[in-house]
């Protein structure tokens, strides 16, 4: 068994020596440029330029608080919601709450938290059964 093992060795040993024997020297291509350098006209300092651009990410909400629409206390909310008052709640992806009243009013506030109206209205009970819950998420 120890002859077999010695024996592999041997052939591993003698296997290396003979690829790195083998082994030529890297040549050295000659270094050509992928492009031409751009030729400039006088006075020009790059022919290639290329137009400066700027760009402005502006965030869009979909759903914008309607024109005339009071803004409430995050407090009052749930004062609101227990009344009965309540139709129709729009939950923003930007935590804004958009409420509209049985009467018509409109009125807005701002989430603490997100998902805060959820539990709002979840804890309200039969008072909030009716109300129209939408959601930007």
Known sequence: MRNRWMFIAAILVFASLILSACQTEPT???QVPAYPEPEQAAGET???AAPQL???LVAVNPYPIPEGAEELEWG???ELLNSGQVAEVLQTSTLKIVITTRDGRTLFSQEPQANEIL???EACGANCA???IKSEF
Request: charge should be negative.
């Open 119 to 121: 539990n709002l209205l």
């Open 130 to 132: 009716e109300i129209k």
């Open 46 to 48: 790059n022919a290639y």
């Open 76 to 78: 009052k909310i749930a």
């Open 28 to 30: 050295e291509a000659p």
């Open 54 to 56: 700027s760009v402005e």
